[in-house]
C-alpha cells in the first residue's frame, strides 16, 4: 500500500492525504487491482467540521468524483474517507506500470487545490528470456538455458534456431513452462539443414530464439551464436601415377620409373569427396615447384587425372596433392616419385696429331652417360672433312676410352665432328685440327731453329707469342711476347723484380709508335719515353707520383715544360711551331716573371717582371743594336683589348711600343696563359701565332696597317678564348 504526504486545506486544522493498494494482479491479462481512497482529519481537539461537498480524484489520467454528506464528520484524528474508488489498471506491454494519484475539495467550510503523488505499481511477469546459450557444432546438440517468470500463465512456450533471426530453419519445439532448460536434440534432417546454410565456410552466425504467447500476445527473446562445421575436410582416395610416354616406357619398361625431363607423367585418383554438403572446387599437384590445376564440381567425382608432362629431377621426389572444397578446406597427401636421372651424354675428347706435326692424328673419347638402372645404351662415332671440303665423309665407329687413329694430311686443316648416342639423344662435338706445325724444328739447311712453327730466315731462332727468362728461383724475370688486343699488333719486352713480378722496365712496340717506361719497386712509373704518330714525348714524375716535367716534339716543333711538386707549371720553353724559340719562367702560383724569346728576323728580347706582373726590365736585341730599359710601372703597360675574343678579330692602337702580351684561357676551367710579341715581329701582313698549354691551344694572326695593329683568332683546339692584350712600352 502507498500513502501520499497530507495536504493542506483552506482550514489550517484540516489536513488530507491519499492511500493507494495494489489488491492483486493478473499475469495473463497484464493488469492490476487497485484501490483508491482520501481521507481527512482535524489536527485540533474539541471541533467537528461537518456540512456537504465533493471529492475529485484523478487516478491514471481519468477523474472520479465522490459527493460528501452532512454524515461524514471529520474530528481530531478521525481519517474521515471522503473518497473510495476500486479499479482495474492496465500496465504497459513489458509489464511495467507506474500510476499518479491527485485529489482536491470543495466544501462548505473549507477547501483544497489538487495535489498528487506517483505510485509504481508491481511488475507483471512477461514474456521468458534466454540466459545463455552455445556455441555449437555440427555433431552437437546444443542446450538453450532460459528463464520463463509467467509460468504456466504463458499460453505457448517454445524455442527455435534461426539464420536471420526471424524464420524458425530449426522448427519451433514446445518447451517446458516450468523448467529453465531445454536440449536441441537435432534430428539427421534438421543437422543437414545446417550443413546446407553453411557450404561456402566452416562457420555461420545462427540465433536460438524463444518464442512466448501471453494474453494473446506473442513475445520473443534471442541471442546470436556461432555454428561450426567440424571433421569435413575433403578426401583423397587411391592417388597414383605412370608415364605414359611409349618411348620410355619402351627404354625402362616400368610406367613407375620416371625418366628426368623425358617421361610424360600422368596423376590418377580413384575418388575426390567433398564432405557435409560442400562441394569440389579443384585439385592441384605440385612437383619439384611445378603445379597443374583441375577444376572440379559436385561431391564426389571418381578416376580424374591430371597430364602433368615431363619432372625435371635427377633425384626421388615427393609429388604434393591438394583437394580444395567450397568451404575452403584443402587437405593434402604426398605421393612418392621414382626418378631415373637424365642428361645428355658428355665426353671428354683429346684430339691431336702426332708430335703436333705428322698426319697420323690421334682421337680419344671418354664418356659420360645416364645409367637409367642399366637400360641405358651409347655409341661413338666420329667423321671429318678438310675445312674446305663441303660434305664430311661417313661416320666411324670408335669405342669409349680408346685411341682412334685417322691419317689427316699435315699440311691441311680438318673439321672432325664426334657424335655420341643414347637410348634418347644425341651430343655432337665439332672440333678442328689444325695444320701440323712442330713443337721444336731445327733447320739446317738455313741454320735456324723455330718453336712452334717453322724458320723464315737464316741464322735465326723463331718462338710464337712468348719467351720467359727464370732465375735461379724459378721467378720469371723477364718476358719477350707478341700481342693483338684487336686494335693493336706488337711486342713487349718486360724486365721484372724476381720475388712478386712487379714490372719495372716496359718496352714495347707497335705500328704507332714505341715506348719505353721506367718504374719504381712499388710499380710507379716515374719515366716514359714514346714516339705515337709521328710525335716524341718525353714523361717525368715526382715520388708523390705527380707529373713534374716533359719534352715533346713533332710536326708542330717542340716543347719543353717543368712543374714543381704541385703540379704547377714553372718553366716553359719551345717554339710554338714557328721559326722562333721562347723560354717562359713562372712562379709556383703561375705568374710570369720572366721570359726570353727570339723572333725569325733575328733579333731577340728578355723581359723580367716585378711582384706585379708589370715588366720592369726589358732588354732587346735588334738588326746588330742592343738596347736596356728599366721601366717605370706608371709608365711600363697599357691595356689595349679586354673581352671574350673567341673567334674573327679586334684591333687596337699601334703604338709606340716595344711589344704586346696576350693573355688568354686556350681551354675554359683552364689558367690565364701569356705570350709576349716584340713590335718588331710584326708586318703588315699577318704573322701567325700561337699560345698553348701541354694539352690546348689557340692560333692567331697580328699584322699592323698605319696606327692600327689587327688580332684575328685563326684556329683552336677547344672552347678557350683570348681575354687581354696589353702595350709594352
Not at 738455313?446 to 710464337?464: C, I, K, Y
Request: proline share 2%; aromatic share 10%; glycine share 8%.
Amino acid at each position: 500500500m502507498a500513502t501520499s504526504p497530507y495536504f493542506s486545506t483552506s482550514n489550517q486544522y484540516i489536513k488530507y492525504d491519499i492511500h493507494v493498494d495494489e489488491i492483486s494482479t493478473d499475469i495473463a491479462n497484464n493488469t492490476s487491482y487497485v484501490h483508491v481512497w482520501v481521507i481527512a482529519w482535524r489536527t485540533n481537539t474539541g471541533y467537528t467540521t461537518y456540512g456537504t461537498g465533493t471529492c475529485y480524484c484523478t487516478i491514471d489520467g481519468t477523474q472520479y468524483s465522490q459527493s460528501i454528506s452532512s454524515s461524514q464528520e471529520i474530528k481530531y484524528n478521525s481519517d474521515t474517507v471522503l473518497f473510495s474508488k476500486y479499479l482495474t489498471i492496465d500496465h504497459d506491454a513489458d509489464g511495467k506500470k507506474s500510476i499518479y494519484v491527485s485529489s482536491s475539495i470543495t466544501h462548505q467550510r473549507f477547501s483544497s487545490s489538487t495535489n498528487g503523488f506517483t505510485v509504481k505499481l508491481s511488475d507483471i511477469p512477461r514474456k521468458a528470456e534466454i540466459t545463455s546459450a552455445p556455441n555449437f557444432n555440427d555433431t552437437d546438440n546444443p542446450v538453450l538455458q532460459y528463464s520463463n517468470p509467467a509460468g504456466s500463465a504463458a499460453t505457448t512456450l517454445q524455442a527455435c534456431i534461426s539464420f536471420d533471426g526471424t524464420t524458425d530453419n530449426i522448427s519451433y519445439r514446445d518447451i517446458d513452462k516450468s523448467g529453465n532448460s531445454y536440449t536441441f536434440s537435432l534430428s539427421a534432417a534438421e543437422r543437414s539443414v545446417l550443413l546446407g546454410a553453411t557450404t561456402t565456410s566452416n562457420q555461420k552466425t545462427v540465433y536460438f530464439i524463444i518464442k512466448t504467447v501471453l494474453g494473446g500476445s506473442t513475445y520473443y527473446s534471442s541471442v546470436t551464436k556461432v555454428f561450426s562445421v567440424v571433421n569435413a575436410m575433403p578426401t583423397i582416395t587411391g592417388p597414383s601415377y605412370k608415364d605414359t610416354n611409349a618411348t620410355t616406357l619402351a627404354i625402362t619398361g616400368d610406367d613407375q620409373k620416371i625418366i628426368e625431363g623425358q617421361s610424360t607423367v600422368q596423376f590418377k585418383f580413384s575418388t575426390l569427396t567433398a564432405l557435409k554438403s560442400a562441394t569440389l572446387v579443384e585439385v592441384k599437384v605440385t612437383v619439384n615447384g611445378v603445379a597443374q590445376t583441375l577444376a572440379l564440381s559436385g561431391t564426389t567425382q571418381s578416376n580424374k587425372t591430371i597430364d602433368f608432362g615431363t619432372i625435371n629431377s635427377s633425384v626421388d621426389l615427393d609429388a604434393t596433392i591438394a583437394l580444395k572444397d567450397s568451404r575452403g578446406n584443402i587437405t593434402q597427401v604426398t605421393l612418392p616419385i621414382s626418378m631415373l636421372e637424365w642428361k645428355l651424354p658428355t665426353a671428354v675428347i683429346s684430339l691431336v696429331r702426332k708430335n703436333n706435326y705428322y698426319d697420323e692424328t690421334y682421337l680419344t673419347v671418354n664418356s659420360t652417360s645416364s645409367y637409367l638402372d642399366g637400360h641405358n645404351t651409347l655409341t661413338i662415332q666420329y667423321r671429318y672433312k678438310e675445312v674446305s671440303a663441303g660434305t664430311y665423309g661417313a661416320w666411324i665407329s670408335a669405342v669409349d676410352g680408346v685411341v682412334s687413329t685417322m691419317t689427316l694430311d699435315k699440311t691441311k686443316e680438318w673439321n672432325v665432328q664426334v657424335k655420341l648416342t643414347d637410348a634418347i639423344g644425341a651430343t655432337t662435338y665439332n672440333l678442328t685440327v689444325m695444320i701440323g706445325i712442330p713443337i721444336m724444328f731445327i733447320d739446317r739447311m738455313r741454320r735456324s731453329v723455330s718453336v712452334n712453327g717453322f724458320p723464315n730466315e737464316n741464322n735465326q731462332f723463331l718462338a710464337d707469342r712468348r719467351i720467359s727468362l727464370k732465375d735461379l728461383n724459378q721467378h720469371i724475370v723477364a718476358d719477350i711476347w707478341s700481342f693483338t688486343d684487336g686494335t693493336h699488333n706488337g711486342a713487349s719486352l718486360y724486365l721484372r723484380k724476381g720475388e712478386d713480378q712487379t714490372i719495372l722496365v716496359y718496352l714495347r712496340g707497335e705500328k704507332e709508335g714505341g715506348r719505353i717506361q721506367l718504374r719504381d719497386p712499388d710499380g710507379s712509373t716515374r719515366a716514359q719515353l714514346y714516339s705515337w704518330n709521328g710525335e716524341g714525348h718525353l714523361w717525368l714524375s715526382n715520388p708523390s707520383k705527380t707529373y713534374i716535367g716533359g719534352m715533346w716534339a713533332g710536326s708542330a716543333g717542340g716543347e719543353m715544360e717543368l712543374k714543381n711538386n704541385a703540379g704547377n707549371l714553372t718553366v716553359r720553353a719551345g717554339n710554338n711551331g714557328y721559326d722562333s724559340g721562347f723560354v717562359n719562367v713562372k712562379d709556383s702560383n703561375g705568374n710570369t716573371r720572366a721570359e726570353m724569346f727570339a723572333g725569325s728576323a733575328g733579333d731577340g728580347t728578355v723581359n723580367a717582371y716585378d711582384a706585379n706582373g708589370n715588366v720592369s726590365i726589358n732588354l732587346s736585341g735588334q738588326n746588330g743594336v742592343g738596347t736596356f730599359k728599366k721601366v717605370k710601372a706608371s709608365e711600363q703597360v697599357q691595356d689595349l683589348y679586354t673581352g671574350s675574343l673567341s673567334s674573327g678579330s679586334t684591333t687596337f692602337n699601334y703604338g709606340d711600343y716595344n711589344m704586346y702580351i696576350v693573355v688568354a684561357h686556350v681551354h675554359s676551367g683552364g689558367s690565364l696563359i701569356t705570350m709576349t710579341i716584340p713590335k718588331a715581329l710584326l708586318t703588315t701582313s699577318d704573322q701567325n701565332f700561337c699560345i698553348s698549354d701541354e694539352s690546348d691551344y689557340i692560333v692567331f694572326k697580328l699584322k699592323y696597317s698605319g696606327t692600327t695593329a689587327t688580332l684575328t683568332v685563326g684556329g683552336k683546339s677547344s672552347d678557350g678564348w683570348i681575354c687581354n692584350v696589353y702595350g709594352v712600352y
